[in-house]
């Protein structure tokens, strides 16, 4: 059985830099997409970015477009988002996903169908 565990979140200011992680315990097998995704209080989920494992392809919202980048490692089950010039509107739990459908690069939250618990990420001015 697959599980994903995010980390690295945290408290920064304006302009700052984190780095979150998603560690995948199981075998994910053809759940070829890795995802990540952030949901603010009182706002819908929304897709920061995608990541294609065959060919580490990316894809990304362009709210954060040059700023955040999505990569994975050789092993494939772990990725990470580099989050860079953070801005207070990036404050938001973060969620990592895993996801085998190819409406994935669009960002769809119902491409995934693995989860995260979420990480913490707050941006103050």
């Known amino acids: 059985q697959v599980q994903l565990v995010e980390s690295g979140g945290g408290s920064v200011q304006t302009e700052g830099s984190l780095r979150l992680s998603c560690v995948a315990s199981?075998?994910?097998g053809g759940w070829m997409y890795r995802g990540w995704f952030r949901q603010a209080p009182g706002k819908e989920r929304?897709?920061?970015?995608?990541?294609?494992?065959?060919?580490?392809?990316?894809y990304y919202a362009d709210s954060v477009k040059g700023r955040f980048t999505i990569s994975q490692d050789n092993a494939k089950n772990t990725w990470y988002l580099q989050m860079n010039s953070l801005k207070p509107e990036d404050t938001a739990m973060y969620y990592c996903?895993?996801?085998?459908?190819?409406?994935?690069?669009?960002?769809?939250?119902?491409?995934?169908?693995?989860w995260g618990q979420g990480t913490q990420v707050t941006v103050s001015s």
């Open positions: 929304e897709g920061v970015a995608t990541l294609y494992t065959l060919d580490r392809s990316t």
């Open positions: 199981g075998y994910l």
């Open positions: 996903a895993a996801g085998a459908d190819p409406t994935a690069t669009l960002l769809r939250s119902e491409s995934f169908g693995y």
